[in-house]
């Protein structure tokens, strides 16, 4: 049986949607990371996202290894930092990468200026939270 599943903001907002066969939560979040959906203010509370799989940056083991925070850098936009049992990654606009290849990217992006400032603080609390 087909089944559409949406994400919805804390505000009640339609953030992402998808229809399949026998879908899931999980599989629902799966492909709006994969798509590059902005899930900032996305509700997940009670989602059991143990073992997410997200491809090439490994699993999940539960929705507090997600962190979104927003608005914030140049775009004033969201940026969704995930730790998973290969590592802590990052999507933030058009970039996907390491937690480390974040911090190089945002060093040579905004060398000096309040973004640099922002991102770099927003890495230091990711580590914190993450225990790294």
Do not use: P
């Not at 009640?12 to 999980?26: A, D, P, Q, R």
């Not at 608005?71 to 970039?95: A, E, L, W």
């Amino acid at each position: 049986m087909k089944r559409k599943i949406e994400i919805k903001s804390i505000w009640g907002s339609i953030l992402f949607e998808y229809e399949k066969e026998n879908n899931s939560i999980k599989e629902t979040l799966i492909e709006a990371i994969k798509g590059g959906a902005d899930l900032g203010g996305a509700d997940l509370r009670g989602a059991n996202l143990r073992g997410a799989d997200l491809r090439e940056w490994g699993k999940l083991q539960s929705s507090s290894d997600i962190l979104v925070v927003g608005s914030i850098g140049s775009r004033n936009g969201y940026t969704t930092i995930f730790h998973t049992d290969k590592g802590v990654f990052v999507m933030c606009g058009c970039f996907k990468g390491t937690l480390d290849e974040f911090e190089t990217k945002v060093k040579e992006t905004h060398h000096g200026n309040k973004h640099e400032r922002d991102y770099l603080a927003l890495i230091q609390f990711a580590k914190v939270k993450f225990e790294l």
